[in-house]
Nanobody, 122 residues
Framework: VQLQASGGGLVQPGGSLRLSCSSS????????MGWYRQAPGQQRDLIAT???????????SYADSVKGRFTISRDDAANTLYLQMNSLQPEDTAVYFC?????????????WGRGTQVTVSS
């Protein structure tokens, strides 16, 4: 199983970016998918999740820091997870990682894509 994130770049404050995460398996296979970010010298933080569990659609949740500005979505036909980021601010600068989680009999298995750098600067 492989996840590959893309779409990062340099954007001015107030701008928008859309990150994509392409999966080598159907996104329906994951019980949950999400986006994390890690700023320099900081821990990796969960910012958005979407449930899967083999069903189309899904319930979303967001960290307070991005709520109302970021939108997570999933295109199951394209096996791709997205993160639409609007009203970007310098504090959103970080490496962004996509994650897929598959439940096991006990616990869960996490799958990670390589990060994509987002830099918000004028």
């Amino acid at each position: 199983v492989q996840l590959q994130a893309s779409g990062g770049g340099l954007v001015q404050p107030g701008g928008s970016l859309r990150l994509s995460c392409s999966s080598s398996v159907t996104t329906l296979w994951f019980n949950n998918m999400g986006w994390y970010r890690q700023a320099p010298g900081q821990q990796r933080d969960l910012i958005a999740t979407i449930t899967g569990n083999g069903r189309r659609g899904g319930t979303t949740s967001y960290a307070d820091s991005v709520k109302g500005r970021f939108t997570i979505s999933r295109d199951d036909a394209a096996n791709t997870l997205y993160l639409q980021m609007n009203s970007l601010q310098p504090e959103d600068t970080a490496v962004y990682f996509c994650n897929g989680q598959r439940s096991l009999t006990v616990g869960a298995q996490d799958y990670w894509g390589r990060g994509t750098q987002v830099t918000v600067s004028s």
